[in-house]
């Protein structure tokens, strides 16, 4: 079964600097993978995905995620963070070959201080 | 773009009274839905998998005779919270999928959430 670890609960950054929020993920074949984000009683929204074709993925508001396959990594950066960046981000894998939902990382809190 | 609704976006209840949520896909049809529960500061945690037509496929440790849900249609999918207890509060987020091929992405799409709160 495919699963996606997120290891930092919590990520600070200074707004106008760089951010990344990690993301690792495990799955039997070749994976679907995913960045949403949530705010406060929201549901998710999606920013990008990856399925095929080139490693670095761009999404919504300036976001983009690369694709490593040897280090099973699916990070998601942003050159200049701004301060309603801040919310809950969620890393989801899909194994494309199971009719199947997907699996949830369990979130890496955003806060940009101005 | 793909819109899942769910209503209500919140509710309350009295403890032993069941709550029905919805979930619709507005503009897709939607072959397979998912509800999610996600406590507090917590990931999502899967808790069905419903296809129209058919029963759910619950996760372990989901009661299905508690969680009752019902895909009875392709753009419909209800959560039943039956005889509530204040565990059972929550925020339910379902999920639905659209078809693969030409009218469709085989994506899936999230609605905004519930609020449960039984006292």
């Known amino acids: 079964a495919q699963s996606v670890a997120q290891p930092e609960d919590q990520v600070n950054v200074a707004e106008g600097n760089p951010l990344t929020v990690k993301c690792t993920y495990s799955?039997?074949?070749?994976?679907?993978l995913f960045w949403y984000v949530q705010y406060p009683n929201r549901g998710l929204q999606f920013l990008l995905k990856?399925?095929?074709?080139?490693?670095l993925v761009k999404g919504s508001y300036g976001f983009e995620a690369e694709f490593n396959k040897s280090q099973t990594s699916f990070h998601l950066k942003k050159p200049s963070a701004l301060v309603s960046d801040s919310a809950l981000y969620f890393c989801?894998?899909?194994?494309?070959?199971?009719?199947?939902?997907?699996?949830f990382g369990a979130g890496t809190r955003l806060t940009v201080k101005p | 773009g793909a819109v899942v609704s769910q209503h209500p976006s919140w509710v309350i209840c009295k403890s032993g009274t069941s709550v029905k949520i919805e979930c619709r896909s507005l503009?897709?049809?939607?072959?397979?839905m998912f509800w999610y529960r996600q406590f507090p500061k917590q990931s999502l945690m899967l808790m069905a998998t419903?296809?129209?037509?058919?029963?759910?496929?619950?996760e372990q440790g989901v009661e299905k005779d508690k969680f009752l849900i019902n895909h009875a249609s392709l753009t419909l999918s209800t959560l039943t919270v039956t005889s509530a207890h204040p565990e059972d509060s929550s925020f339910y987020i379902c999920?639905?999928?659209?078809?693969?091929?030409?009218?469709?992405?085989?994506?899936?799409?999230f609605g905004p959430g519930t609020r449960l709160t039984v006292l």
């Open positions: 999920s639905a999928r659209d078809p693969p091929g030409d009218r469709g992405r085989n994506e899936q799409f």
């Open positions: 799955v039997s074949g070749n994976p679907y």
């Open positions: 990856y399925i095929t074709g080139d490693n």
């Open positions: 989801a894998v899909r194994d494309k070959y199971q009719s199947n939902d997907m699996r």
């Open positions: 503009d897709f049809q939607a072959t397979t």
């Open positions: 419903s296809n129209e037509g058919s029963k759910a496929t619950y």
